[in-house]
């Protein structure tokens, strides 16, 4: 490949952000109750001293660390200062395996690994006999380990001071600067290690050009500057958090607020009420979930002005779709039900001030949308993957459809090829993946990236997914049929947790499902059910055959109905090996554990 010079990467975007604006806040952490800022002159200076101890370590350019734990300051710190010594970061979802941390670590030889606490140190101490190149273990700050691979955060920053791990020299500033000097636009930068849904996990390697050209481009699409915000909570492993949670804010100069846990992000949320919210499906999910059910709860007059408000939201947003706004009657009758409704709605969700509200990582069924279009919050919904550092399609401000994935992402080209397959040429398409040419290979083939999705483009040129080319079943009658459109159909209904369906080589389509636990809950309530178990009741099975065959069913194809289904006893989880880390369905474990299940789906006529 011809070496691509460049002028500008992240990192020197990250010095230019510490001299304009040196006292602005760059990210905030929440302690002893408080959101404390650092500044972007504060944060360089973090990112340039661990990248002067990772030199210290032994970092060479090329050279690959891991990263093993939630979202936190040092995860960005660590990162960035990987990429300005001139290696890469691979993070490491925190639900792996000890297994899956040594297959990562081992197949990028990384020689460094931090990991946040000592729950995440014991899955790497159980596989590191097994890691012979692993050299230092370092700790996020507020964990102790003793053991003499491993160095605390402060004790890690100290070799930035003190010099090599031999103390025989010292890494000084101009090192550090060398190394930016020499950074190269094709170059990798990070490593992106798939979910693994059809093998072993893939690294794909990113440039600096690659990340550099997404996060500034993310500015002009999302319309992002430096008065906005984010709340970094999903996966950092991930490419789309990273581009949302590292690289688009550094282009931007908008600070980032780290969510305290998990469990944590729907307070947190409320507290700081960012302009830029990014969900999985399954976050939009919930939060449907637990706002129909308040919502739904209303009676008499306030249902009424509930209703009324929700028909002027889903007006006003489907105008401003089209890039226009509402005028008239119309205009008054949303100021007066942003007055009643959204004004004091919104504030509960977290979305007071949010003015991006992205959806992305799987596609998600329309009537999330436009649910959220009556509460005035518009998703826009975002298409991409690995090795294309996020973003192939994207809807956006004032050319939003509902129910597609929106145009291709400025300077992306998008085709469809003959047997449906989404193909993607762009500045934003990887390297190829680490150790594997073949898969490089096929996956470039023709100078086009093959995504294994399958797609349409319409006539305005809005990009719709059909499903996963490799996941297509065939019934024995010989029709095709995409499982995820059925199945995104299926989780609509509010007592559908998960879906899975199964029909390859069979005769009639049909699924696994487990039940969505509040909605459960309030269905056992309703009709005194309290105390039993839900999965096999009858009176649960008689609700979700009823809306399958009147609701669902009418708005499916004939091929695609769904005939048969069981509700399994528990949900799909990371933890049992049915979903990935980014809660995508691993259908051949489900296959295979749920057997029994699903031939007597099929053995009574």
Known sequence: METMEITETTLHRLHENARQRPADAAYYVKTDGAWRPTSWADHLAEVRRAARALVALGLQPGQAVGILGFNRPEWIVFDLAGMLAGGAAAGIYVTSSPEDVEYVLRHCAAGIVLVENEEQWEKVRRVRAHLPGLRHVVLMRGCKVDDPQVLD?????????????????????????????????????????????????????????????????????????????????????????????????????????????????????????????????????????????????????????????????????????????????????????????????????????????????????????????????????????????????????????????????????????????????????????????QATAEALEGGWLHSGDLGQLDADGYLTLIGRKKEILITSGGKNVAPANIEMALKHMELIADAVVIGDRRRYIAALLTLEPAAAARFAESHGLNGQTLHDHPQVIAEIERWIKEDLNPRLAHVEHVRRFRILPRNLSIEDGELTPTLKVKRRIVYERYAAEIEALYAEP
């Open 153 to 437: 955060w402060d004790s890690f920053l100290a070799r930035g001071d003190s010099g090599s791990v031999t103390d025989s020299d010292s890494v000084t500033d101009s090192e550090i600067d060398a190394r930016l000097a020499a950074l190269r636009g094709d170059q990798m930068a990070t490593l992106i290690y798939t979910s693994g849904t059809m093998g072993p996990p893939k690294g794909v390697m990113l440039s600096h050009h690659n990340l550099a050209w997404t996060g500034e481009s993310a500015l002009a699409v999302g319309r992002l500057s430096s008065s906005d915000s984010t709340l970094s909570y999903l996966p950092l492993s991930h490419v789309a958090e990273q581009i949302f949670s590292i690289h688009a804010p550094i282009w931007g100069g908008y600070p980032v607020y780290f969510a305290e846990a998990v469990t944590k992000v729907a307070d947190n949320l409320k507290e700081i009420q960012p302009t830029i919210v990014f969900g999985v499906p399954r976050v939009w999910e919930r939060f449907h979930e637990a706002v129909r059910a308040k919502l739904g709860a209303e009676k008499g007059l306030k249902a009424k002005i509930l209703a009324w408000a929700q028909g002027a939201g889903r007006r006003v947003v489907a105008l401003r779709n089209r890039g226009q706004e509402p005028g008239g009657a119309l205009a008054f009758q949303y100021r007066l039900a942003d007055r009643l409704v959204f004004s004091k709605v919104k504030p509960l969700l977290g979305l007071a001030n949010a003015r991006l509200c992205c959806c992305g990582g799987a596609p998600v069924s329309k009537e999330i949308p436009e649910f959220f279009a009556g509460l005035d919050v518009t998703i826009y919904e975002i298409y991409g993957q690995s090795e294309d550092s996020g973003p192939t399609s994207f809807n956006r401000f004032g050319a939003n459809k509902f129910g597609t994935v929106g145009p291709p992402w400025p300077g992306v080209e998008v085709r469809i090829a003959e047997d449906g397959e989404v193909l993607v040429k762009g500045p934003n398409v990887f390297l190829g993946y680490l150790n594997e040419p």
